[in-house]
């Protein structure tokens, strides 16, 4: 089906990434459905970066707010599951040796319990996981595309969407580059990058919003022997803390063990994250330790605080460069230097990091590149983390920052996620909706059952 910018369409899905592709599929077949995407791929940062497939209704979604049951989530989630392997995805399951996960529960509750602070605090979220690869997982998304374009769905990639109309009489004008496309139902799945940008157009057209929280932290990268022994068993495991400085909440996200640390271009900055690829392995593990901001009076704005922190950081880089900093020099109160780096007198020879020092990585003092409060966080969080698994607070771990999730603004909507804008919905991690693929896919799945009620097609 082509994408002819004069026709009125049913559905226009914005963004191409897990919630608009299952969006996508779900209406296939039912109604005249066109996928508009900027970039020239599908799938979105997630699949298309290490593809973690979080199998449990407890991370990545809030039922309380999707209004949804823990058996209807499980029972979506499972269905979502056999998409991915229907199109290839890895049937390897980790999460499932529960003998192997009481121990660790049993070893994080003995931690809990014995440790000098009675006010720390760390808690592990077990759960079922997949694990595609950034390799594998663009061959598993191209599939799910060819799939979803064979049922009727049209995709028009490289199409940024400039703006969003409300016309008088009810239907909904999305203007870009290509020209102006028509449609009677809306789902906005812009990402987390074109989150701030939405945003400002939804409100434009009348879209009730309020600021949620935001997570800004670090990705650690250790030796792989030092976290095989858990990620054998949960192949990204979930810590939670609560801080004692502050009592602040913490967690753990994205581990990649055998991966590679990566920089990441938002808006003109530098970001850093993580990957891993399933056929090719590094000799280290990465993962990010992540710190839940919110705001009230007098700046509510998290999307705009992160700005302002990643913009900092960079110019603590030097002006344009992520900053990097060894664990030994962190704890001692010491910027790293490129001279002593991998100095084997200061231990930091025992781990050679991916991410190699250069245009864009500078090694200095991530105290200085961020707010002191999260750096406090951050390093409470590593401590605690190292007295169940051993090794983590080594000298050569290293720390980067900035890294930042921009999924902060929050929309009212019902529980197919219809905004107060008749026939607007909204999904997937860049609407505040979900954190992951597989939640941004059951929010996608949400909106479309939304339109088909509404058509009488439910």
Known sequence: MSAEPASVWDVVIVGAGPAGLFAARALAGKLRVLVLEEK???????AMTDGKLNLSPHIGLDLTELGLSETEAGEKIAAIDEVFLEHGADRALYGVDQERINWWLDRVSWVRHRT???DWDITLVPARQRHM???????VVARMTDSIAGKGVAFSLRTWVTDLALQDDGTFLLRTARGEFRSRYV??????EGAYWFREVARGIGARTQYGAIDIGCRVEVAQPVYDEITQVLYDPKFLFVTPTHGDRTRTFCTNPGGRVRVEMRNGYRLVNGDALKKKKTPNTNFAILNTVSMTEPVQ????MGRKVMEFANFWGGGDSLVVQRWGDLTEGSRSKAETFHSAALGYDKMTPTLPLGPGVTPGDISYAYPGRIVDNL???LLLLSRVIPGVAHPSTTVYVPEIKFYDTKYATDRNLETNVPNLFVAGDGVGKSRGIVGAALNGILAAEGILRKEGKG
Do not use: C, I, N, Q
């Open 379 to 381: 390093r409470e969080s």
């Open 116 to 118: 000098a602070r009675g």
């Open 133 to 139: 690869g950034t390799d594998l997982a663009h061959r």
């Open 187 to 192: 789902v906005a799945a812009p990402g987390r």
């Open 40 to 46: 020239g791929r599908t799938g979105g940062a997630g």
């Open 301 to 304: 704005d998290t999307t705009e």
